[in-house]
């Protein structure tokens, strides 16, 4: 493991295969930094599946797991009640989590694993090419609905947190997002609210982030922060849902 100036140098100096503009850097920063600064990176264990962030272990300095698409809530309980004392995190995709993962998520948090999920919720598939996504807006033109999601024909958008916070054993249920200064700050307390939880062992704990697709929304990094803020967030409003110990009070 690096040192640096004494902390851990969670984040990787890797070049990452993100695409220009896209969030998944900002996100891992606030990860890193959340890690270091709770002092907890020396036993820390991330699990990604298939995705954009299928290559998440070249951009972090600690172990990594990769796991079957929407698979990791099932292998982060494994490797948790193997080391219960590691700090597990899973960090997933929208097509991941709330399509071919939704039963392994549900699950995990009706169980109250005390593993922390990071949800990144772009409304799209990002690595397979842009189709529609569970989490895909209403109207929203993708690969695999080029004339606008219908709601009559493929549903309504899924508001994954609003279902996980009805769930009875989830400790923390949070939705934020990474479109300017203050959110960002406002995702890493989120981001370490949910690592204390697991390190003081209190349970499952959620992070949804609204993040942008730059690439396959088709827009400017720029244009597409707007769209997020005007068509996004409206749809996903920003909020904790479920904060059974206070962690966000203390």
Known sequence: MKQVFGKTNVLSANPTHYCPGCDHGVVHRLIAESLEELEVADRSIGVA??????????YFNIDFNQAAHGRAPAVATGIKRTRPDSIVFTYQGDGDLAAIGTAEIIHAANRGENITVVFINNGIYG??????APTTLVGMKTQTSPYGRDAATMGSPIRVSEIIATLES?????????????????????????????????????????????TNWGKKPTDAHKWLTENMLPVFPLGTFKDIHGIEKA
Do not use: H, W
């Open 127 to 132: 690595m397979t090419g842009g189709q529609m």
């Open 49 to 58: 599946p298939v995705g954009c962030s299928v290559f998440a272990y070249d």
């Open 170 to 214: 989830p400790a923390y249920v949070t939705r934020v997002t990474v479109n300017n200064i203050a959110n960002q700050i406002k995702t890493k307390k989120a981001i370490k609210n949910a690592f204390t939880l697991q390190k003081e062992k209190k349970g499952f704990s959620f992070v949804e982030i609204v993040c942008i697709c730059p």
